[in-house]
């Protein structure tokens, strides 16, 4: 099993391009979830799916999208990027919504 | 209110001695607490989850916690140089599928 996987590793931005941020996962987990992690602040929840079909704003939502495509995909967009969401951004999975396990991250730089 | 604190550190501790983990939370009715463990430019791993008042043991980890005092503690036993580590406290919400994490601590265990 390769756990959560996150496409791309590393990504450059000029700001206001807009990308998608891609993870899977393939351990029939019911829930998703997409984190950013800046230095000084850990890591903050930006959006989750509790279960396929549903999503849910988390404590930074704003600036971002996200689509459920099917159980295993939950997809992150950035529709206008700009310099504040320089980060790295983690997927992370669970199956009841409590331990979750995490993917190896997209490092994300906007010019 | 986000507030899940950690003593940033770095905490220092020769091979084979204890460390020490610590972490306060506010609360907000949550039941479900976590350690994860992260290497430097890696993903968070987790490590210990822990949802009732007293000690769980894992090998060489022991999380406890203590409701009433607001705070979760993480012992690691025999240190190795390989834990060295950030380690990340973070706080689940009864409801499930809310999270928030501490900025980490940076434990450094000294050959």
């Known amino acids: 099993n390769a756990g959560v996987t996150q496409t791309p590793k590393f990504q450059v931005l000029k700001t206001g391009q807009s990308m998608t941020l891609q993870c899977a996962q393939d351990m029939n987990h019911n829930s998703m979830y997409w984190y950013r992690q800046d230095p000084g602040m850990g890591l903050r929840l930006i959006y989750y799916s509790a279960s396929e079909g549903t999503t849910d704003k988390g404590e930074v939502p704003n600036g971002y999208n996200v689509s459920r495509l099917n159980k295993r995909e939950f997809s992150l967009r950035l529709e206008s990027a700009a310099p504040s969401q320089t980060s790295v951004y983690f997927c992370a999975s669970s199956l009841s919504g409590y331990e979750q396990y995490f993917g190896p991250g997209t490092r994300l730089t906007v010019t | 209110q986000k507030e899940v604190e950690q003593n940033s550190g770095p905490l220092s501790v020769p091979e084979g001695a204890i460390a020490s983990l610590n972490c306060t939370y506010s609360?907000?009715?949550?039941?479900?607490f976590f350690w994860y463990r992260q290497y430097s430019g890696k993903s968070p791993e987790l490590i210990m989850s822990i949802y009732s008042n007293g000690d769980k043991e894992d090998g060489r980890f022991t999380a406890q916690l203590n409701k009433a005092s607001q705070y979760v503690s993480l012992l690691i036993r025999d240190s190795q140089p390989s834990d060295s580590a950030t380690y990340l406290c973070?706080?689940?919400?009864?409801?499930?599928?809310?999270?928030?994490f501490g900025t980490g601590t940076s434990l450094t265990v000294i050959p």
């Open positions: 609360d907000r009715g949550s039941q479900s």
């Open positions: 973070a706080e689940g919400l009864t409801t499930g599928n809310q999270f928030y």
